[in-house]
């Protein structure tokens, strides 16, 4: 990773806290039993399987779920898109609606390989033409990919 992209890292990272922090002040984040992420979420591009509980999240490498290496942690939910000057609440391009995530990784698994991990990133997520298709900008590494969902239910 160049200096460009480390600083970028840094920098979503801090604000990610900051929000973090903000957000739990202000008790403003979202219901996450009722919310519309929960359940899993099949990933375009190679990017594996994501889960979403009413407490916590999981990002699995595999697309179907079944490798055992994913990070994992907790995360807040904030309606509206991210932008330079902060937050705005937003409908997104088509009337639908939008979310920031700001998660934090407590977890990870890597070639079967288990640590505790204390990181922050940010996912800008939009509904695309139904509410079980999601576009999603991922802020820590700018990636930018689809998302299907595939269940309601999330492994226990």
Not at 49 to 71: I, N, P, V, Y
Not at 119 to 129: P, T
Request: glycine share 8%.
């Amino acid at each position: 990773m160049n200096t460009a992209e480390t600083t970028v890292m840094k920098t979503v990272a801090t604000y990610a806290i900051e929000l973090r922090t903000w957000l739990k002040a202000q008790g403003i984040a979202e219901n996450l039993e009722t919310h519309p992420l929960v359940g899993r979420w099949q990933l375009g591009s190679g990017q594996g399987l994501m889960e979403f509980t009413d407490k916590s999240f999981a990002w699995h490498r595999s697309a179907d779920g079944s490798s055992q290496d994913l990070m994992s942690g907790d995360y807040n939910v904030l309606p509206g898109a991210q932008t330079n000057a902060g937050f705005i609440i937003d409908r997104g391009r088509k009337s639908t609606s939008c979310f920031s995530v700001m998660q934090h990784y407590t977890f990870e698994r890597v070639d079967g390989v288990a640590s505790q991990v204390d990181r922050y990133g940010a996912l800008f997520i939009e509904q695309a033409d139904s509410v079980d298709q999601i576009i999603i900008f991922n802020h820590r590494t700018g990636a930018r990919f689809t998302g299907r969902r595939v269940s309601l239910e999330t492994p226990q």
